[in-house]
């Protein structure tokens, strides 16, 4: 069976380790679309913005890629600290399909990813 991906959930996160409040979140957002993709946060970001990593980006994306209401892991190159970049590798991959991103926290007038082209913007807790 093929599955229709006509909106697709973006979302981030350095699962580093996942949590429980990970899993529920991911669920969450699923519900809101056909298929979810999940960026997970690069070593450098985490040395970067999250003083240090305790599992490598290999160990993390692979336990991201086994959580069940996942469909996708990407990388990206996230040092500007944003999510802009898998947003567009998002839209060059899915050119016809309806793009949200997923933010814990921000809103779409301080985001970057709020103010791109052809993303909506969605705050979910």
């Known amino acids: ?3 229709r991906k006509e909106k697709i959930i973006v979302t981030i996160g350095a699962f580093d380790p996942v949590e429980l409040s990970d ?3 991911l669920k969450k957002a699923r519900r809101k679309g056909d298929w979810l993709i ?9 040395t970067k913005y999250e003083k240090g990593f305790l599992q490598n980006y290999n160990s993390r994306s692979e336990i991201v890629r086994n959580i ?6 990407f990388m990206y190159n996230d040092t500007d600290g944003t999510a802009c970049q898998l947003l567009k590798i998002v839209q060059m991959c899915y050119p016809h399909s309806d793009i ?3 933010s814990r926290n921000g809103d779409k007038e301080t985001s970057p990813e709020g103010k791109m082209k052809g993303i909506k913007f969605l ?3």
Not at 38 to 46: A, E, K, M, R, T
Not at 68 to 73: A, I, M, S
């Open 100 to 102: 949200f991103f997923v």
């Open 68 to 73: 069940k209401p996942v469909d996708e892991v």
């Open 23 to 25: 899993i529920e979140f």
């Open 1 to 3: 069976m093929k599955i």
């Open 38 to 46: 999940v960026g997970v946060h690069s070593d450098i970001y985490l």
């Open 123 to 125: 705050l979910m807790k």
